[in-house]
């Protein structure tokens, strides 16, 4: 009775390893097509992630070798201009400790087309007439490393519309909102988001504009930047200028957001460059072709400041640097000066 019972419990053991081994076998069809599968994609997933990364890097080594060229230009044609003054100051002026010096640059082809003055004041302590643009290659982080240095050769730091006022129309991004809700929010809607379009008193030459506890002020002094310059565009009727004008009022009555997404062609939104080269679009390209980025004063791609510098629709009429106490101005000269 003992071995005949042994005898099951084996032939019991026995069975169950064959059952096991039957059910182990009969899924083994199965995991090798998984890994026939995954063999199969594991290929050309790689292949497309290499092309992918490829693709990628090759769009940043373009867009950097755009860059780098549209720094070059901007740099020579800023050169060039200076290179144009005269050496000796015309006049110079004391404004709160600081010496003003006037260097003229003599008009030339159609710079001679537009009459009007670089100041908009006598005392020449306000720069720009109405639809002038003034920008700047630095960027307003001049105490952060990288970020710094980044947005002052890609993008540059900041550029205002002038209007008939001599006031500035200006985009800046800066305020207590939070950026992430602001690139959120559909820019068409009524908001109270303290990021917005801006109408300020004209500072560009105010000695005063940035105080001393100012995380900038070690790189800038109370100056609002220390190098900057002012364009005018060619070729376009007083209608025209005050028609860009107008279009940037109206972003600003609207409470237009600002766009921090530079790269996205963004309907509602305005970061300071394409803020002004959409106002220019609205009065100097057809209606048909306003599509995608800004047609106008640009490279249709997203507007930096040196594209609004090198750009066939723009000129220089003065250039500023200041170093220590001196403030240098190299302006075209007016033209009862001529």
Not at 158 to 174: C, F, P, Q, R
Not at 268 to 279: G, L, N, V
């Amino acid at each position: 009775m003992h071995a005949h019972s042994s005898y099951v419990q084996k032939s019991s053991a026995a069975t169950f390893f064959v059952v096991c081994y039957d059910i182990i076998k009969s899924e083994n069809p199965r995991k090798k097509t998984s890994k026939m599968f995954l063999l199969k994609i594991k290929k050309p997933l790689l292949r497309y992630m290499k092309t992918s990364a490829l693709v990628v890097i090759a769009g940043l080594i373009y867009s950097l070798g755009g860059v780098i060229r549209l720094d070059i230009e901007a740099t020579q044609n800023i050169q060039h201009f200076i290179s144009r003054a005269e050496e000796v100051p015309s006049h110079t002026q004391n404004i709160n400790g600081y010496t003003f010096e006037y260097h003229t640059v003599s008009r030339e082809t159609f710079e001679l087309e537009d009459e009007r003055d670089v100041f908009y004041d006598n005392e020449k302590t306000k720069l720009g007439q109405t639809g002038d643009i003034i920008i700047t290659q630095q960027s307003p982080f001049p105490n952060v490393p990288i970020i710094h240095q980044w947005i002052t050769f890609y993008f540059g730091g900041h550029a205002s519309l002038v209007n008939e006022d001599n006031k500035l129309y200006e985009a800046t991004g800066i305020g207590s909102s939070n950026i992430f809700e602001v690139m959120l929010f559909p820019g068409n809607k009524t908001h109270d988001f303290d990021i917005s379009l801006t109408e300020s008193n004209n500072y560009w030459l105010n000695t005063n504009r940035r105080s001393e506890s100012n995380p900038a002020y070690p790189y800038y002094g109370s100056f609002n930047r220390n190098e900057f310059l002012v364009l005018r565009v060619k070729d376009v009727t007083e209608a025209q200028r005050l028609g860009a004008v107008r279009y940037a009022k109206n972003l600003y009555e609207k409470e237009a957001l600002y766009n921090y997404t530079f790269f996205l062609d963004v309907q509602y939104k305005y970061y300071c460059t394409d803020m002004i080269s959409r106002a220019y679009q609205d009065v100097m390209v057809p209606t048909q072709r306003q599509t995608g980025y800004a047609q106008a004063l640009n490279d249709r791609f997203i507007t930096s400041v040196n594209d609004l510098i090198n750009s066939e629709d723009t000129y220089i009429t003065s250039y500023i640097s200041i170093k220590d106490k001196t403030v240098s101005i190299y302006y075209l000269e007016d033209i009862e000066e001529v």
